[in-house]
T-cell receptor, first 113, second 116 residues
Framework: GNSVTQMEGPVTLSEEAFLTINCTYT??????LFWYVQYPGEGLQLLLK?????DKGSNKGFEATYRKETTSFHLEKGSVQVSDSAVYFC????????????FGKGTKLSVIP | NAGVTQTPKFQVLKTGQSMTLQCAQD?????MSWYRQDPGMGLRLIHY???????DQGEVPNGYNVSRSTTEDFPLRLLSAAPSQTSVYFC???????????????FGNGTRLTVT
């Protein structure tokens, strides 16, 4: 089955700082890779995805590149804002009849003014 | 477009009581699933369904039942609540019924359950 190793938090940054959250995975087949974000009191929502090697997913200033050779999908943002405070989850989606998605344990980010 | 709707938002049960957590989606998604979220444990899959009439177990199915009589609804039943079932429960759906490779999950806002 799949597994995900995600950078442990919590992470506290000052506004406008650079953010990296590491994610490495093992997965059957050739997965798509997703980052989800969970704001306080809400469910998870899609942040970005990449479906093949060397693809870069991006959204809201966040980016992540699908690195097949290192089985990694690190999340980055050049300048975080207070509104980015949330929990971030990495998840490979294997497809081909694979319905048991595995999520990382989540990384809580707090951005202070 | 309501997306995925979960009810109730909060619930307190006594040990041994039973209850049903409701989940409905209006996106005509084939795939639906239930997760529980616990501190330090991330999200763990309880049960899932790939279409009406089809359900299967996830990682932590014990103590829970599901059914899928319609495409829209996927209720989760706690048969005899235990304190270990205190958690936040999320329902999620997805369009892709041939495997979830390309399709994101759409989550509800969760049900916070406390069992005393």
């Amino acid at each position: 089955g799949n597994s995900v190793t995600q950078m442990e938090g919590p992470v506290t940054l000052s506004e406008e700082a650079f953010l990296t959250i590491n994610c490495t995975y093992t997965a059957t087949g050739y997965p798509s890779l997703f980052w989800y974000v969970q704001y306080p009191g809400e469910g998870l929502q899609l942040l970005l995805k990449a479906t093949k090697a060397d693809d870069k997913g991006s959204n809201k200033g966040f980016e992540a590149t699908y690195r097949k050779e290192t089985t990694s999908f690190h999340l980055e943002k050049g300048s975080v804002q207070v509104s980015d405070s949330a929990v971030y989850f990495c998840a490979p989606h294997s497809g081909a009849g694979s319905y048991q998605l595995t999520f990382g344990k989540g990384t809580k980010l707090s951005v202070i003014p | 477009n309501a997306g995925v709707t979960q009810t109730p938002k909060f619930q307190v049960l006594k040990t041994g009581q039973s209850m049903t957590l409701q989940c409905a989606q209006d996106m005509n998604h084939e795939y639906m699933s239930w997760y529980r979220q616990d501190p330090g444990m991330g999200l763990r899959l309880i049960h899932y369904s790939v279409g009406a009439g089809i359900t299967d177990q996830g990682e932590v199915p014990n103590g829970y039942n599901v059914s899928r009589s319609t495409t829209e609804d996927f209720p989760l039943r706690l048969l005899s609540a235990a304190p270990s079932q205190t958690s936040v429960y999320f329902c999620a759906s997805s369009y892709d019924s041939g495997g979830l490779r390309g399709s994101p999950l759409h989550f509800g806002n969760g049900t916070r359950l406390t069992v005393t």
